[in-house]
């Protein structure tokens, strides 16, 4: 009766890893428990998460090594996994479930980049240009919202008009407004094979500092202005202060992303005993809730949704 936080299924999102072929299962050694699947493996788990009442599922796509380039161009192809599997899910669930297709070059380029390298640096305008068209391109995929995670500075405005302009103005922008340029989100550059490109180099020219929080305030401001429906904070539990301090300044439903590096702490620490996973995996989900997020991705959500049945 008294209880302040409350977490149902339509708060998660489940974001999974596609990859070419039929019938793959393709374990994930750095994220026990998730796997690389191919495309008809996702519309299976797209129909799982309707059935369990998720609202979202998010893709992330492995690009095969060979169609990566200096530039990421494959983002733009209308064939690309992505596309081709958010076609796919769009077909078979319909408006039962939404599709949140990610913004940024890193699945496509050869130096693991979010942008486009000129002078030796990612190039902030000349990337914005290109993701306005990948964007575009998961748009006319019939993806529900746009998750630009880049974190270029001025993209949110300039896909928003792009958006608009082609009679996409009802798919929704969730932004990384707060993505932190962070350790936390080393499995999931296994997963999707971008560790092996960027080579251990660091995304702290366009990423936040994790010493910063007032940035995070500037960050989100700018990305609202520009239209976004949704700001997200990322990762999630070493930032529940962020996701505090968004929700009580700006009136706009946050989202938080439990990353890899968590999944992978809960997970491995259960395997091995020290914890209870279920207890443990919930706690963290009404944690997020309660520093004040919306909705939570997180790898557990098709785990959470089946507890919380
Ligand atoms: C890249 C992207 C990353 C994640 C989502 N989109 C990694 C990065 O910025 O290098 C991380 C998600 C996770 O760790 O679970 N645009």
Not at 123 to 134: F, K, Y
Not at 166 to 181: P, R, T
Not at 211 to 236: C, H, Y
Request: aromatic share 6%; net charge negative; with cysteine.
């Amino acid at each position: 009766m008294i209880q302040e936080t409350t977490l149902h299924p339509s708060h998660l999102i489940w974001p999974i890893f596609v990859k070419e072929g039929t019938g793959v299962r393709e374990p994930i050694a750095t994220m026990p428990g998730v796997d690389r699947v191919s495309i008809d493996v996702a519309v299976e788990c797209a129909a799982q998460a309707v059935a369990l009442g998720i609202s979202c599922i998010a893709i992330f796509p492995v690009t095969p090594p060979e169609l990566k380039t200096d530039d990421g161009r494959h983002a733009l192809s209308p064939d690309n996994l992505i596309c081709r599997a958010t076609r796919a899910i769009r077909e078979s669930c319909g408006d039962a479930l939404g599709i949140v297709c990610d913004v940024a070059l890193d699945p496509y380029t050869t130096h693991g980049h979010d942008g486009v390298i000129i002078d030796q640096d990612v190039a902030n305008d000349a990337t914005v240009e290109i993701l306005c068209g990948q964007a575009l391109n998961q748009a006319r995929a019939g993806c529900t919202v746009i998750a630009p995670s880049d974190m270029m500075d001025g993209r949110i405005g300039r896909i928003r008009q792009a958006l608009d302009g082609e009679g996409f103005a009802h798919v929704a922008i969730m932004s990384y407004a707060a993505k932190y340029a962070s350790a936390f989100y080393g499995p999931f550059r296994d997963a999707v094979g971008s560790a092996k490109n960027l080579g251990g180099a660091s995304k702290k020219t366009y990423q936040m500092d994790p010493a910063n929080s007032n940035e995070s305030l500037r960050e989100a401001a700018f990305d609202i202005d520009e239209g976004a429906d949704i700001i997200m904070v990322k990762p999630g539990m070493p930032y529940l202060d962020i996701i505090r301090r968004l929700h009580d300044h700006f009136p706009v439903p946050i989202a938080a992303y439990q990353v890899s590096g968590e999944y992978a702490m809960i997970k491995l620490a259960a395997q091995s005993g020290s914890l209870d996973e279920r207890a443990a995996v919930l706690e963290s989900m009404l944690a997020f809730r309660r520093a004040g997020a919306s909705c939570i991705l997180t790898y557990f959500a098709k785990q959470v949704a089946e507890w919380l049945q």
